[in-house]
Antibody, heavy 118, light 109 residues
Framework: EVQLVESGGTLVQPGGSLRLSCAASGFTFSSYSMNWVRQAPGRGLEWVSYISSRSSTKYYADSVKGRLTISRDNAKNSLYLQMNSLRAEDTAVYYC???????????WGQGTLVTVSS | EIVLTQSPGTLSLSPGERATLSCRASQSFSSSYLAWYQQRPGQAPRLLIYGASSRATGIPDRFSGSGSGTDFTLTISRLEPEDFAVYYCQQYGSSPPYSFGQGTKLEIK
């Protein structure tokens, strides 16, 4: 069974830092591109970042460029999101999602909540 | 940047009826990169359709997708109670950012 399990979400002060993790199992993690997608309370989905299977390509939404960094460790079947200089508008549930171009994001985790507030 | 606009914002229908959801892009892109997702309250999104018209694994055949260029459609032929949810389109693979539409809420009339 495919599983993606996010962790690391918590309450953090504006300007603070946080590292989210996504543990993958049940599929060949190293063969798939991965993404982070977030959803602010009561709002729609916002794509945040993409990383290719071997980490050679990374993309970011303009709203997070320079503050959030995506990475992965294929040996540990894990995806990460380093979040720096956090703002109130970063408050959201963060989902990791797998999928290659042309196939959609087929697998999603349950999400982890990040709250940025003083 | 490709902007996706979904319509209507809210669709009120009864079980058994047919639902037609629209997704319009600000510029043309390959239909290979258009996906549809369903999100029920309190749950993660679920992939329904990829490549504009291919159903994901386990998705019932009452769900179908069509379209090309800038205009895409998700059709649910006969609504079941579990289909009332929010639906999002996304372009994934054309060029970043891999934007989502703002969503269409399908509610019970």
């Amino acid at each position: 069974e495919v599983q993606l399990v996010e962790s690391g979400g918590t309450l953090v002060q504006p300007g603070g830092s946080l590292r989210l993790s996504c543990a993958a199992s049940g599929f060949t993690f190293s063969s798939y591109s991965m993404n982070w997608v977030r959803q602010a309370p009561g709002r729609g989905l916002e794509w945040v970042s993409y990383i290719s299977s071997r980490s050679s390509t990374k993309y970011y939404a303009d709203s997070v460029k320079g503050r959030l960094t995506i990475s992965r460790d294929n040996a540990k079947n894990s995806l990460y999101l380093q979040m720096n200089s956090l703002r109130a508008e970063d408050t959201a549930v963060y989902y990791c999602a797998s999928g290659d171009y042309g196939s959609g994001m087929g697998y999603w985790g349950q999400g982890t909540l990040v709250t940025v507030s003083s | 940047e490709i902007v996706l606009t979904q319509s209507p914002g809210t669709l009120s229908l009864s079980p058994g009826e047919r639902a037609t959801l629209s997704c319009r892009a600000s510029q043309s892109f390959s239909s290979s990169y258009l996906a549809w997702y369903q999100q029920r309250p309190g749950q993660a999104p679920r992939l329904l359709i990829y490549g504009a018209s291919s159903r994901a694994t386990g998705i019932p055949d009452r769900f179908s997708g069509s379209g090309s260029g800038t205009d895409f459609t998700l059709t649910i032929s006969r609504l079941e109670p579990e289909d009332f949810a929010v639906y999002y389109c996304q372009q994934y693979g054309s060029s970043p950012p891999y934007s989502f539409g703002q969503g269409t809420k399908l509610e019970i009339k």
